[in-house]
């Protein structure tokens, strides 16, 4: 039992029509999806399932199904109504939300370029995104901020292809992080490559240019331990 994933291919995507496959404890499991499961960093996406009977289920997060390989869970909230197994529903993802989380992790693309070390970990959100770099040099807070304005208004293309596990591997510099590895024994990877400034496997969603970013600041550099240096983003303003 899997669903599609159509965000992987379409991340400006906000609805689609899709049949329950399953409910169980994890949450609601359909056949195609439009929300992002919570992984490599970034947050589920949350919205709502519209039945054809006009029931309409609140999703708080989305998760990948524990027990059911290849299978998205869509968590509903407490309250909401029950779906059976067959229901056909639209599955529509907060637009907002799902667009702070594009622009939010294209930007941590253009804070890789920045900064060329290894990073060890990653957070985005609606409300913030956060990079922790392996490295013991201190980073300038207004010099990285002005490197985002300068790679945003130059308008880089932002697209992605797929790539089999051989290229991976012979690309080893590809991987930038540390401590979430690309999915491996699917056959191919997912590359994002932002022209000109980043190339990296990422399985996430973003803006197609990076134009799209917008006013995107470092709010923060932290030093977390002797060769961590922790980098947060905000919106400005």
């Known amino acids: ?36 499961p919570l992984g490599g960093g970034q947050a589920g996406d949350s919205g709502e399932l519209l039945a054809a009977d006009g029931r309409r289920v609140a999703i708080v997060d989305t998760r990948k199904h524990k027990a059911l390989a290849g299978a998205v869970a869509h968590i509903p909230a407490p309250d909401a109504p029950a779906l059976q197994p067959g229901d056909r529903v639209t599955a529509r993802i907060d637009a907002e ?39 013991s040099e201190p980073l300038d807070k207004d010099a990285l901020s002005a490197g985002i304005a300068r790679l945003v208004a130059e308008a880089h293309p932002v ?22 590895q690309p999915p491996r024994g699917l056959g191919r990877v997912r590359v994002l490559e932002i022209e000109g400034v980043d190339r990296q496997p990422c399985g996430g969603t973003h803006v197609a240019n990076t134009a799209e970013v917008g006013a995107v600041v470092v709010t923060k550099i932290e030093k977390k331990s002797a060769m961590t240096r922790r980098v947060v983003l905000g919106f400005a303003g």
């Open 1 to 36: 039992m899997t669903t599609d994933e159509l965000f992987r291919e379409d991340a400006g995507l906000l609805s689609c029509e899709a049949t329950v496959l399953a409910v169980d404890e994890a949450g609601i499991v359909l056949d195609r999806t439009v929300f992002y």
């Open 97 to 135: 939300r799902r667009r702070a989380h594009m622009r939010f992790h294209t930007a941590t693309h253009l804070l890789c370029a920045l900064v060329p070390h290894p990073v060890d970990g990653c957070s985005i959100t609606a409300g913030y995104a956060r990079l922790d770099f392996h490295m």
């Open 159 to 180: 697209r992605h292809r797929w790539i089999d596990e051989a290229e991976l591997d012979a690309n080893p510099q590809l991987v930038r992080s540390m401590s979430v």
